[in-house]
């Protein structure tokens, strides 16, 4: 059995990347998003252990010495990080797995992992995204204004990614992501595996 592909998705906050990968798994099988913890506050509608595992810093530092963590990242004062005992086990059973995580984490990822596949979804414009982030009304106008501070430096971190996906009509970007995690499946290294007895009696 080959062994699952590990994705990195990236993107400002307010870009649209939570949305359009919950459509990506809804539409691809075989393929789970690995959930974060994180010492951000629970949000409105959020549930832990779906959207995150919400843990006090505490917690997370112990996790953090312990070496829980395949990577981890301070964002806007708060801690995030990704379990890297369910990502192993996880890929290790032929299934994909998605990482949305920032650029941080993503470049600590591909340090360890250099076979990492990165994803990096734009918005179509900075108006687009500001009025993306005051549509949602979970901020205050302080929290947008820093989230579009950084957003600049996060964006510019693009270039370290293997593919660029602009998010503009949800739809088409929500294709465009099926197809790189189709095109990944279907490299050699993955098919061989899947049709080694066909590739034998082909060969005899």
Known sequence: MSRGTLFTVSAASGTGKTSLVKSLVELSSNVRVSISHTTRPIRPGEVDGVNYHFVSQ??????????????????????????????????????????????????QIRRLKPDVVGIFILPPSRETL??????????????????????KDEISHYVESDFLVVNDNFDTALQELVAIIQSQRLK?????????????????
Request: glycine share 6%; hydrophobic share 40%; net charge negative.
């Open 58 to 107: 505490d917690k997370f530092m112990r996790m953090l010495e312990q070496g829980a963590f395949l990577e981890h990242a301070q964002v806007f004062a708060n801690y995030y990080g990704t379990s890297n005992e369910w990502v192993e086990s996880t890929l290790a059973t032929g299934t994909d797995v998605i990482l949305e995580i920032d650029w941080q984490g993503a470049q």
């Open 130 to 151: 500001e009025d993306r982030l005051n549509e949602r009304g979970q901020d205050n106008a302080e929290v947008i204004a820093a989230r579009m501070a950084e957003a």
């Open 188 to 204: 050699i290294s993955n098919q061989e595996p899947r049709y080694v007895e066909l590739i034998k009696s082909l060969l005899a």
